[in-house]
Structures are given as structure tokens and as C-alpha cells.
């Protein structure tokens, strides 16, 4: 006699197992607004879902007709370099491009259109593949293969992945809206310094070549007292374009950082800072609260750091800078504190660029907070305030 009661409670408990493990996977795919990393957690979260081997992700080219891109798991590179070629979108992979339908099979190879596999490819059986829809479009297909704990995938895991699949679509459709975002914020910021520099920088070279054009014709009419007062006015022009031309090489160059190793980031950073800047720059650093927050985290610091150096530099007119990172509770807190001449009350702080708005936007993506306290005259101080780990 069978135990009804114990089998729905058996039943009862495995979905609330599979639940709780699709939660953690949309959580995990969510909480990246970086492409790649996206699709490599979409393929993880898929292969420990439905427990299997290999995981894959297709997105389409725009043609819909052949794959851009594979994102794989359960692969190694050694046995990634001796397959014969990536998957082109032939085969069963090219039926759930075309058809945008999830099609599971016990093995890939009864199916009518499987193409067989390039050289060097690792043997599957067992298949289940899903579209990655948003809105009607086509983002990607989800490929799992060889199922570890049975002969075929079950209806429960196509369920499953399909429920992954819709998340995924948003995670992705999110991170390539922030890709696009940013890369529309690097053509405007181009722009913007293009007329800066064109405005500025080079007006300025071009009145002091004027300066010096007159100074030789004072010189060829032999006045030298006169040329030798205007040689001092043009050095002191020349020399202060110089400075405003430092101040650009400082908010231009990029600087390579993945969110490891935050004090050597912001060790170097300072370094190029007080070589192009010429300001006295006084940094703290706490080694230990560095590696108290998220790699995200680091990043955003490193990256607001880089942008309120570059802010003083070019806008604050300061002789000293003074640089914190240090534990204040359960926080990590970063200042930057200058002795310049102070914000402007006139709206002027908005036209800053990659300014306080950026930064205060960075530091809400990492569930912290930016401070500012300046006075015209006076100079100014920004305070970060992160969350540890």
C-alpha cells in the first residue's frame, strides 16, 4: 500500500528544494550589470539547476541565423582548444534558434536534424534546450547536456529552466542597457572635453604664440625692456596651460582595475595624481577594510576615487589633498579632502563631467552613500560610506 502522505511531503519538500535553488540562481544572475559575467552565471545557474554536466549559452548574431557567441561550462580551456571549431547555430542547436521553442530529448543524436559534433568535442547525450526570450526577441538559447543524476531530463527541469530562462532574459536585456548607457556617457564626456580642450587648452596655446609673435617684434625694434616684461607673462600663460594640460592626461588616462587589490589600485592612482597634478597628496589607506567589501564595491571606490582626484585637479585650484580609507563600524568610509577654492553656489556643479552626480549614482549602486561639505573659499570634502561584506 502506497503512503500518499509520505510521498506528497517527499514531493512537497523537493520543490521547495528546487524553489529555493532557482532563487539562488536569479539572484546570482542579477547581481551583475557586466555582460560577460551575466552569461557565465546563466549557464552555471543552469547546469546546477537541472543538475548537468554541461551548460551552454547561444546568442544569436542579429541575423538569427548563426550563433555570435557560446558561453560554456563543465568544459575545460585544454578541452575547449581541441575542438574543431565553435558551434555555428547548425543541427539541433539551429531548430531551437529557428523554432524559439524548448525541445528536450533523451539523446541529441535520435533527433532527425542533429548535425553529429566537431572533432574534439566531448560526447553528450542526454539534451534539453531553451530559448531566452524578451518581448518576442530572441536573446539567446540555453543548452544543457548529459543530465548526472538520470538517463534523460524530466519535465520538472525544463520547467525550471524555462523560469531561469525568463529571469535570464532580464539580466541580460539590464546589462546590455547599462553597457549601451555607458558607452552613450564615454561619447558625451568626449564631446564635453573636446570643447574643453578646444575652448581652453588650445585657445590658450594660440594666445601665447600671439604673446610671443609681439615679444619678437619688440625685440626687432630693440626694445628689449619692454619684450623681457611680456617673455615673464608668457612663461607664467604657458606654464599655467601646462598645468590645465596635466589635469586633462590625469581624467583621461585609463586606469586598469578589476576590483582586486584596492590599495594598490589607489596606491598607483595617487601616484600618477601628485605627478601630473603637482598637489601635495596625503593618503591613509587600512590594508584590512579594503578586503571587507565586495569586488563591486571596489571597483565603484577605486572608480569615484579617480574621478573626485581628477575633479580637484581641474576644478579646485588646491596646493594640498588629503586621501582616507578606513573602517568606521560596519562601514567602509573614503574621503577625499582638499583646501581649494570650494564648490560654486551658482549651479556650476552639474557641469563637472564625470562630477558628484556619477559619483553619488556610483556609490548608490553598491548600497552606499556620498556626502559632500564645501564652502566657497574654504575647499571641500567628500565622504563615501560603504556597507562591509
Known amino acids: ?91 539541433v542547436l539551429g531548430v531551437i534558434m529557428s523554432e524559439q521553442k524548448s525541445l528536450r530529448l533523451r539523446s541529441i543524436a535520435d533527433h ?109 625694434d630693440g626694445d628689449s625692456k619692454q619684450a623681457h616684461e611680456r617673455l615673464g607673462g608668457a612663461i607664467e600663460a604657458l606654464n599655467h596651460t601646462i598645468r590645465d594640460i596635466r589635469s586633462y592626461i590625469l581624467d583621461l588616462r585609463p586606469h586598469q582595475f578589476q576590483g582586486d587589490d584596492l590599495e594598490v589600485g589607489v596606491r598607483r592612482l595617487v601616484a600618477e595624481f601628485k605627478a601630473n597634478s603637482l598637489i601635495v597628496t596625503e593618503l591613509e589607506i587600512d590594508s584590512d577594510v579594503c578586503q571587507a567589501v565586495s569586488p563591486e564595491a571596489r571597483l565603484a571606490i577605486f572608480q569615484i576615487t579617480q574621478e573626485a582626484l581628477a575633479n580637484v585637479a581641474k576644478h579646485s585650484h588646491a596646493t594640498r589633498v588629503k586621501l582616507n580609507i578606513f573602517s568606521n563600524g560596519e562601514m567602509l568610509k573614503m574621503s577625499v579632502e582638499d583646501n581649494g577654492v570650494g564648490l560654486p553656489h551658482d549651479g556650476g556643479v552639474r557641469r563637472m563631467g564625470h562630477g558628484l552626480n556619477n559619483m553619488a549614482q556610483r556609490a548608490r549602486t553598491i548600497g552606499g552613500a556620498l556626502e559632500v561639505n564645501s564652502e566657497q573659499g574654504a575647499g571641500t570634502r567628500i565622504d563615501v560610506r560603504v556597507p562591509k561584506l
Open 1 to 91: 500500500m502506497i503512503n500518499v502522505s509520505a510521498r506528497s511531503a517527499q514531493d512537497l519538500e523537493r520543490m521547495n528544494n528546487q524553489l529555493h535553488e532557482l532563487r539562488e540562481a536569479v539572484l546570482a544572475i542579477s547581481s551583475d550589470l557586466s555582460l560577460p559575467e551575466v552569461l557565465q552565471r546563466i549557464v552555471i545557474a543552469a547546469a546546477t539547476l537541472a543538475h548537468a554536466k554541461y551548460a551552454a549559452l547561444g546568442v544569436p548574431h542579429e541575423s538569427g541565423k548563426a550563433l555570435a557567441e557560446f558561453v560554456v561550462h563543465g568544459i575545460s580551456e585544454d578541452e575547449r582548444k581541441r575542438i574543431a571549431h565553435p558551434p555555428r547555430g547548425l543541427g
Open 112 to 220: 532527425p536534424r542533429s548535425a553529429g559534433f566537431p572533432m574534439g568535442h566531448p560526447p553528450m547525450g542526454s539534451f534539453l534546450g531553451v530559448p531566452v526570450l524578451f518581448k518576442g526577441r530572441c536573446l539567446g538559447n540555453l543548452y544543457i547536456t548529459n543530465k548526472i543524476d538520470g538517463d534523460e531530463f524530466t519535465p520538472e527541469d525544463e520547467n525550471l529552466i524555462e523560469w531561469l530562462a525568463s529571469h535570464a532574459a532580464i539580466a541580460i536585456e539590464h546589462a546590455r542597457l547599462y553597457e549601451e548607457v555607458q558607452r552613450l556617457s564615454i561619447v558625451e564626456e568626449r564631446q564635453r572635453i573636446g570643447m574643453d580642450l578646444h575652448d581652453g587648452v588650445i585657445q590658450s596655446i594660440y594666445a601665447v604664440g600671439l604673446q610671443i609673435e609681439f615679444i619678437r617684434a619688440l625685440i626687432e
